[in-house]
């Protein structure tokens, strides 16, 4: 048996035949591209632009501020500080000296950067080089994660050259900002490639990361030239095959695209739509059965529980030729087995076997929220609960709430499967979801900045800012200790590590592993104080030093 990347390669290869008729931006070909995707390419452009110039604006004026004040101390760090909670999605801001040195960072968690140096970087080589406004290509940050550096240089009041300051963050969240609320609901697709052909943003996020040029999966020749002739032209149109956003089937796109940058930096952006758009057939779980969720649930863990069984007794190999057989014995009510080794490498998924091989670990759902990672330290904790929102392939791939049962296999790999709660909304607002990043994140700085015990009184405090309503301030420690809670007073200074919902969800490790990998989206269900009820809740956690975290959330009522 082929293992799964060679299997993934041979299905892709065979997938890729691709049609191809493009135009550049002078040409007047006959191609038409999809009605309205030109128009959409370019407004999205304009967006993206219009958001690089207003975090160039942001650091521009770090840049006035910290000349003044100077480049380092309590002075520098609130201006950097009060810049990045403009930006909540943005990772973090320094100050780096002519010397390539980090003389100031924020939040607080990166106060361990500050005299590291960095000249060795090339994107540090060059913003200290050019001394003008640079927009870095997507690397590893010193901070651990791929991202992009925008920065702006330091001049004192007599011209000289003091260094510059910066703003991280992940390309793909910025420009799900501008992307993601102007496709919702349409039959768009967009991505966004470096002229390099490094993708940055793909409504498909499994393809965030690749490479047009050297990823085999675009070996095709006829891919290659429409992709050659997108990072060439600025504006275009044209037509190609390839799988669609769910990458369970090839289909036939038209593209439009524009461009979007400052200060030389040049992203493409792709707009595409399928023009076929008939169901595959067999492509289609059968409906869930009219029984209630509880009951739903029950029959999930007795299903997953036999699927590993099964792993168990007849071995890997035949294991997973079952679960990828869309008409073999584990396509039942609904239900359906994923696979993946224990790093994130999907090995059965059988509705999507084009993802076969491909490594999942850092995709996230609609709202933010890191699933495989999720599902891998579930696995590794000896099995559990996942909520997330995914395709649902029984209502043609519409993106739904769902919670998922895992169990480990062995040390290597395990096995899943899910129910759909189509009561539940699939994705809050991107305002809201910055709302609630941003008022963690100034819980934090407040934290960081009086210490941990007043910190935690006050928010605890039912009479002061932190308790409000829905919107309160929770925090942890990472033994799982509750440090703050002011609408049950009662749990504070318990440890909650083996506390559940109702469908096994353990939401406090959770909280913990998104905290200690830097921050980020979780899913609970909880007591809400306004209504009373138990209902679910996406939450954002950010850490505040190396032994606990902070935490709020917003609440959506069922459907």
């Not at 087995?337 to 994130?344: H, P």
């Not at 819980?443 to 210490?451: D, K, L, P, Y």
């Not at 039912?462 to 703050?484: E, H, K, M, Q, V």
């Given at each position: 048996?082929?293992?799964?990347?060679?299997?993934?390669?041979?299905?892709?290869?065979?997938?890729?035949?691709?049609?191809?008729?493009?135009?550049?931006?002078?040409?007047?070909?006959?191609?038409?591209?999809?009605?309205?995707?030109?128009?959409?390419?370019?407004?999205?452009?304009?967006?993206?632009?219009?958001?690089?110039?207003?975090?160039?604006?942001?650091?521009?004026?770090?840049?006035?501020?910290?000349?003044?004040?100077?480049?380092?101390?309590?002075?520098?760090?609130?201006?950097?500080?009060?810049?990045?909670?403009?930006?909540?999605?943005?990772?973090?801001?320094?100050?780096?000296?002519?010397?390539?040195?980090?003389?100031?960072?924020?939040?607080?968690?990166?106060?361990?950067?500050?005299?590291?140096?960095?000249?060795?970087?090339?994107?540090?080589?060059?913003?200290?080089?050019?001394?003008?406004?640079?927009?870095?290509?997507?690397?590893?940050?010193?901070?651990?994660?791929?991202?992009?550096?925008?920065?702006?240089?330091?001049?004192?009041?007599?011209?000289?050259?003091?260094?510059?300051?910066?703003?991280?963050?992940?390309?793909?969240?910025?420009?799900?900002?501008?992307?993601?609320?102007?496709?919702?609901?349409?039959?768009?697709?967009?991505?966004?490639?470096?002229?390099?052909?490094?993708?940055?943003?793909?409504?498909?996020?499994?393809?965030?990361?690749?490479?047009?040029?050297?990823?085999?999966?675009?070996?095709?020749?006829?891919?290659?030239?429409?992709f050659r002739r997108i990072v060439d032209d600025l504006a275009g149109r044209g037509e190609y095959t390839f799988l669609d956003r769910n990458w369970n089937r090839p289909v036939t796109k038209t593209a439009a695209w524009?461009?979007?940058?400052?200060?030389?930096?040049?992203?493409?952006?792709?707009?595409?739509?399928?023009?076929?758009?008939?169901?595959?057939?067999?492509?289609?779980?059968?409906?869930?059965?009219?029984?209630?969720?509880?009951?739903?649930?029950?029959?999930?863990?007795?299903?997953?529980?036999?699927?590993?069984?099964?792993?168990?007794?007849?071995?890997?190999?035949?294991?997973?030729?079952?679960?990828?057989?869309?008409?073999?014995?584990?396509?039942?009510?609904?239900?359906?087995?994923?696979?993946?080794?224990?790093?994130?490498?999907?090995?059965?998924l059988p509705y999507q076997q084009a993802l076969l091989g491909t490594n999942r670990a850092g995709v996230t759902d609609a709202n933010g929220v890191e699933l495989v990672r999720q599902f891998i330290d579930v696995a590794?904790?000896?099995?559990?609960?996942?909520?997330?929102?995914?395709?649902?392939?029984?209502?043609?791939?519409?993106?739904?709430?769902?919670?998922?049962?895992?169990?480990?296999?062995?040390?290597?790999?395990?096995?899943?499967?899910?129910?759909?709660?189509?009561?539940?909304?699939?994705?809050?607002?991107?305002?809201?979801?910055?709302?609630?990043?941003?008022?963690?994140?100034?819980?934090?700085?407040?934290?960081?900045?009086?210490?941990?015990?007043?910190?935690?009184?006050?928010?605890?405090?039912?009479?002061?800012?932190?308790?409000?309503?829905?919107?309160?301030?929770?925090?942890?420690?990472?033994?799982?200790?509750?440090?703050?809670?002011?609408?049950?007073?009662?749990?504070?200074?318990?440890?909650?590590?083996?506390?559940?919902?109702?469908?096994?969800?353990?939401?406090?490790?959770?909280?913990?592993?998104?905290?200690?990998?830097?921050?980020?989206?979780?899913?609970?269900?909880?007591?809400?104080?306004?209504?009373?009820?138990?209902?679910?809740?996406?939450?954002?956690?950010?850490?505040?030093?190396?032994?606990?975290?902070?935490?709020?959330?917003?609440?959506?009522?069922?459907?």
């Amino acid at each position: 048996m082929m293992d799964m990347r060679t299997i993934f390669l041979v299905l892709a290869a065979l997938l890729l035949a691709v049609s191809l008729s493009v135009a550049g931006c002078t040409s007047s070909t006959t191609v038409p591209g999809p009605v309205g995707a030109e128009q959409v390419a370019g407004e999205l452009a304009a967006s993206i632009t219009n958001g690089l110039t207003d975090l160039k604006t942001g650091i521009a004026n770090n840049s006035r501020s910290l000349a003044a004040t100077g480049l380092t101390g309590p002075e520098a760090e609130a201006v950097l500080e009060q810049n990045l909670l403009t930006f909540p999605w943005a990772y973090s801001s320094l100050v780096i000296s002519p010397e390539g040195i980090v003389v100031a960072a924020v939040p607080k968690n990166y106060a361990g950067m500050v005299g590291e140096d960095l000249s060795w970087q090339p994107e540090v080589q060059k913003a200290n080089t050019d001394r003008t406004p640079v927009i870095s290509g997507v690397f590893l940050m010193a901070e651990g994660f791929t991202g992009i550096s925008q920065s702006y240089p330091i001049f004192s009041a007599s011209g000289e050259y003091l260094g510059y300051t910066d703003i991280t963050y992940a390309p793909e969240t910025f420009l799900a900002h501008h992307i993601d609320p102007v496709i919702s609901g349409t039959d768009y697709d967009v991505w966004v490639t470096q002229v390099d052909g490094t993708v940055i943003y793909d409504t498909t996020k499994e393809e965030i990361g690749k490479n047009l040029f050297s990823d085999p999966v675009y070996a095709d020749p006829a891919l290659q030239e429409i992709f050659r002739r997108i990072v060439d032209d600025l504006a275009g149109r044209g037509e190609y095959t390839f799988l669609d956003r769910n990458w369970n089937r090839p289909v036939t796109k038209t593209a439009a695209w524009s461009t979007a940058g400052i200060d030389g930096t040049s992203w493409r952006v792709v707009v595409t739509m399928t023009e076929d758009t008939v169901k595959t057939p067999g492509a289609t779980v059968v409906t869930m059965p009219a029984v209630p969720t509880d009951a739903r649930y029950a029959n999930l863990t007795q299903f997953v529980a036999r699927a590993a069984t099964f792993a168990k007794e007849q071995g890997k190999e035949a294991a997973l030729a079952a679960f990828n057989d869309v008409d073999g014995p584990f396509i039942e009510d609904g239900l359906y087995v994923f696979a993946y080794e224990m790093d994130g490498t999907v090995i059965a998924l059988p509705y999507q076997q084009a993802l076969l091989g491909t490594n999942r670990a850092g995709v996230t759902d609609a709202n933010g929220v890191e699933l495989v990672r999720q599902f891998i330290d579930v696995a590794e904790d000896g099995g559990g609960s996942v909520y997330y929102t995914y395709p649902n392939p029984g209502n043609n791939y519409r993106e739904e709430f769902k919670v998922s049962y895992i169990l480990p296999v062995d040390d290597r790999w395990f096995v899943g499967s899910g129910i759909y709660l189509p009561e539940h909304p699939a994705t809050f607002p991107i305002a809201e979801r910055d709302a609630l990043a941003s008022r963690v994140k100034q819980a934090r700085n407040h934290a960081q900045a009086v210490g941990s015990a007043s910190a935690i009184r006050d928010f605890n405090n039912l009479s002061g800012p932190y308790a409000d309503g829905a919107r309160y301030i929770f925090a942890y420690g990472y033994n799982g200790t509750t440090l703050a809670l002011p609408f049950q007073p009662e749990l504070i200074g318990t440890n909650r590590l083996d506390f559940a919902d109702r469908y096994g969800v353990k939401i406090i490790p959770w909280e913990i592993s998104a905290a200690k990998n830097g921050g980020g989206f979780v899913y609970v269900e909880y007591l809400n104080p306004d209504s009373g009820k138990a209902e679910m809740k996406l939450c954002y956690v950010a850490p505040v030093d190396d032994t606990w975290l902070v935490g709020s959330g917003i609440y959506s009522a069922p459907l």
